[in-house]
């Protein structure tokens, strides 16, 4: 089955930067979305269409794309982005698949 | 104003079927172009999706649960539903709907996770 595999902690300290990735066989073919998902809550999308940002998500989060990896980078990073990151993408047949989600720590 | 509430029994027993539904408000389930899927997350661990259903009925589900699963919609409840049949201990998770946002997609109405429910915690335990 497909997989989509993330580090699963990243550790920063504020007003550094963070990267976090994301590899898979299919990326070079499907887009890679990015959620946050803070302590008890929803998660959002932050990263749309690989390098896509939604209105209202700050500049310091960007994406981008390379062969079989997806990156997330988060620059200048506030003690507020202390979350879980997830990428997803679709596989072959339309299903969706979750990378197992990355703990961004900012010390 | 899109909003989304899943209700459904917070503990099922193992081998017994999990029903959950999930009502929307705020919009016609058959007058949008949207995908309506079901994610769950268990207690400290990653998400993961169970599937999506189109107001046509179209359903995509997670391979490793289809043979258990079923996901339908009532257009005249504007409402959609899941079964998951045969539970076990390993399906406790908190349960969340949610609508795909095909603005944020590539093609054919798929897109990410926009707008989710509050969820809802399922226990399997007899």
């Known amino acids: 089955s497909y997989e989509l595999t993330q580090p699963p902690s990243v550790s920063v300290s504020p007003g550094q930067t963070a990267r976090i990735t994301c590899s898979g066989d299919?990326?070079?073919?499907?887009?890679a979305y990015w959620y946050q998902q803070k302590s008890g809550q929803a998660p959002v999308v932050i990263m749309y269409?690989?390098?896509e940002r939604p209105s209202g998500i700050p500049e310091r989060f960007s994406g981008s794309s390379s062969g079989t990896t997806v990156t997330l980078t988060i620059s200048g990073v506030q003690a507020e982005d202390e979350a879980d990151y997830y990428c997803?993408?679709?596989?072959?047949?339309?299903?969706?698949?979750f990378g197992g989600g990355t703990k961004l720590t900012v010390l | 104003q899109l909003q989304l509430q899943e209700s459904g029994p917070g503990l099922v027993k193992p081998s017994e079927t999990l029903s959950l539904t999930c009502a929307v408000s705020g919009v016609s389930i058959s007058g949008t172009n949207y995908y309506w899927g079901w994610v769950r997350q268990p207690p400290g661990r990653g998400l993961e999706w169970i599937g999506s259903?189109?107001?046509?009925?179209?359903?995509y589900y997670n391979p490793s649960l289809k043979s258990r699963l079923t996901i339908t919609v009532d257009t005249s409840k504007n409402e959609f539903s899941l079964k998951l049949r045969s539970v076990t201990a390993a399906d406790t998770a908190l349960y969340s709907c949610?609508?795909?946002?095909?603005?944020?997609?590539?093609?054919?109405?798929?897109?990410?996770?926009?707008?989710w429910g509050q969820g809802t915690l399922v226990t399997v335990s007899s």
């Open positions: 259903i189109y107001n046509s009925g179209n359903t």
């Open positions: 299919g990326l070079p073919k499907q887009y």
């Open positions: 997803q993408s679709l596989d072959n047949s339309g299903a969706w698949v």
């Open positions: 269409k690989d390098s």
């Open positions: 949610a609508t795909e946002n095909h603005s944020y997609g590539g093609g054919d109405f798929r897109g990410p996770f926009d707008d």
